[in-house]
């Protein structure tokens, strides 16, 4: 059973920074590229940042480019997202899934986790 748990949201100023990560079970992390994706309220959930299975390649969304870093360690079955210099408009829940490959959009699995609020605000 795919589990993904994700945390450290919170509230922040414009021009903060979160780190959140996902920890994840039920299938071979290692081997599945990975994903974080957002959803604002009443926008359709958007995927901002993306990882291949060794951590070697990234595809970073344009409207966060430049602020947002994806990582993740594969030992510990974690992929982590730094979000700096963040913006009211980044106010969202986000949610980490598989992706089939790197550059896919759409997730590998229909089930999500709980996601992790971030609210950018002052």
């Known amino acids: 059973q795919v589990q993904l748990v994700e945390s450290g949201g919170g509230l922040v100023q414009p021009g903060g920074s979160l780190r959140l990560s996902c920890v994840a079970s039920?299938?071979?992390?290692?081997?599945?590229?990975m994903g974080w994706f957002r959803q604002a309220p009443g926008k359709d959930r958007e995927l901002v940042a993306s990882i291949d299975r060794g951590g070697g390649t990234a595809a970073i969304a344009s409207s966060v480019k430049g602020r947002f870093t994806i990582s993740r360690e594969n030992a510990k079955n974690t992929v982590s997202l730094q979000l700096n210099s963040l913006k009211p408009e980044d106010t969202a829940a986000y949610y980490c899934n598989a992706l089939p490959t790197v550059w896919a959009q759409a997730p590998s699995f229909r089930s999500w986790g709980q996601g992790t609020q971030v609210t950018v605000s002052s």
């Open positions: 039920g299938f071979t992390f290692s081997s599945s590229a």
